[in-house]
């Protein structure tokens, strides 16, 4: 019997509300990119002068209360320069999430941190990742977070923390790179890397480490087995126990199989919280391999599901157009005089802005991917918007779903759907309590059944025309 909190979603992602089905199938739907992805909703100016650069989505977007605006954090990387000032940190706002403006007024506001070791004197090379979250329980420093730093035996994860988002302190190392390493299904791993960052699951008072993990050399088809590990932590500021890490749980097959092909790398992941389980974006990297939804050397996203944040798996459906588990595809490879969303896409760490009835994502793309000279190569493109329905990564489209035996809070039932779909309240020896029969098109149809006396069943069917995507309880 499965208990649910009142008021969240309950989404068919994966197989866990289905205990019995006949005639399913569901459909993975893709945010819808605005203008067709062919034009940054943000790019940079002339921040590097006439040397080729990209603005990515390696950072997270807040909600600032004290401001009242949203606040981006966007890395900045010019590939043919060498030095600290390779990448760099920008911070943009807005009022509403859509319209964006460079720092507070306009003009362009980079964030800059003392990377100088207390200790030693010795100075780090670069940034890379950032990750941060506003923790309101925190009076004095509300923005708390992770950077990258590159730098030889300091290399690693670095605790920050800022009062007002603007300046901010580095403070310890929490994750050494590269310091943890584990032979696994014949393959020998090790990490984390560069591309780990983190996301706050506050109400339970932790957070989820994403953490990279790769081969030390190149195995087939010249693949690294870029791989995503998963852990829980209390403190960002403090020294994680690697050693928590037995297993990585997502590792690239490196061979065709289960959706994936030979060239596949899960170079980054990210992870929100939805309703009671956990989402996120899987980027796959491809060195090799020219697909119709993405260039070789180009990035696109996979949209993966967990229930306890440790365990994921692919979202394996189809979209639309009957190519499986892709959530956002690369346009084309320069496409748009170097403006298009084309090349190596990157993606913000909190996940999609549900802004009224919309979850609107913010995604970051070169226009040109990495197999291309210094000079060009990851550069043109800046950050993208595209827009998803409430609650609508996957649908049922055609059959009849049965749910296991839930306890139902009070306070009604909703349904997420396009009708017409008909919702049946099935008792424990599986007589119908009652049925009701949802038309039109509402992310909230208000669905009126008897009020159970203990746990009982939903029995879902979804006729022609018909979609549904969540219900909710309570």
């Given at each position: 019997m499965l208990a649910h909190e009142p008021g969240a979603p309950q989404l068919f992602v994966d197989d866990h509300l289905i205990e019995r089905s006949r005639g399913l199938r569901r459909t993975l739907h893709r945010p819808v990119k605005d203008g067709g992805g062919l034009e940054p909703v943000i790019a940079l100016g002339d921040e590097y002068g006439d040397l080729g650069a990209t603005l990515e989505a390696n950072g997270t977007i807040v909600w600032d209360p004290r401001l009242e605006r949203w606040v981006m954090f966007a890395l900045a990387l010019a590939s043919a320069r060498r030095g600290p000032d390779r990448a760099r940190l920008y911070r943009f706002t807005s009022r509403d999430g859509i319209a964006w403006t460079k720092g507070a007024d306009g003009r362009p506001e980079q964030i800059v941190f003392d990377l100088t070791d207390p200790r030693t004197g010795a100075s780090a090379t670069g940034i890379d990742l950032f990750a941060c979250h506003y923790d309101a329980s925190e009076e004095r420093h509300p923005y708390r977070g992770w950077l990258y730093n590159w730098g030889g035996p300091l290399e690693g994860v670095y605790f920050v923390r800022s009062a007002d988002g603007r300046t901010w302190e580095r403070g310890r190392r929490v994750v050494a790179a590269e310091s943890r390493?584990?032979?696994?299904?014949?393959?020998?791993?090790?990490?984390?890397?560069?591309?780990?960052?983190?996301?706050?699951?506050?109400?339970?008072?932790?957070?989820?480490?994403?953490?990279?993990?790769?081969?030390?050399?190149?195995?087939?088809?010249?693949?690294?087995?870029?791989?995503?590990?998963?852990?829980?932590?209390?403190?960002?500021?403090?020294?994680?126990?690697l050693d928590q890490i037995d297993r990585v749980d997502l590792v690239p097959p490196a061979a065709e199989v289960d959706g994936d092909r030979p060239h596949d790398e899960?170079?980054?992941?990210?992870?929100?919280r939805y309703g009671e389980m956990w989402l996120g974006g899987l980027k796959i990297w491809h060195r090799d391999g020219d697909y119709p939804h993405s260039a070789a050397g180009c990035a696109f996203l996979k949209l993966a599901s967990s229930r306890d944040g440790l365990c994921w798996e692919k979202v394996p459906f189809a979209g639309e157009d009957g190519v499986p588990e892709v959530w956002i595809p690369n346009g084309e490879e320069g496409g748009g005089g170097g403006r298009a969303d084309g090349g190596y896409l990157t993606e913000f760490s909190q996940g999609p802005l549900r802004i009224g009835d919309e979850l609107v994502h913010y995604y970051g793309c070169s226009s040109l991917g990495k197999n291309h000279p210094a000079a060009t190569r990851l550069t043109g493109g800046g950050i993208y918007r595209a827009r998803l329905r409430l609650d609508g990564f996957v649908s049922v489209d055609a059959g009849t779903i049965e749910t296991p035996a839930l306890t139902l809070p009070g306070g009604g039932l909703r349904v997420n759907a396009v009708g017409p779909v008909t919702v049946e309240l099935v008792g424990a020896a599986g007589e119908t309590l009652g049925t009701s029969r949802v038309d039109g098109d509402s992310v909230r149809h208000a669905v009126r059944l008897p009020a159970p006396e203990g746990a009982a069943r939903l029995r879902f069917a979804v006729e022609p025309g018909g979609r549904l995507y969540s219900f909710t309880a309570g």
């Open positions: 390493w584990l032979v696994q299904d014949g393959r020998v791993l090790h990490g984390p890397g560069d591309v780990t960052i983190f996301s706050p699951d506050l109400s339970r008072g932790r957070h989820l480490a994403l953490l990279k993990f790769f081969s030390p050399r190149p195995v087939e088809h010249r693949s690294r087995l870029r791989s995503r590990a998963f852990m829980w932590v209390e403190h960002l500021d403090e020294p994680i126990d899960y170079y980054a992941s990210t992870a929100w």
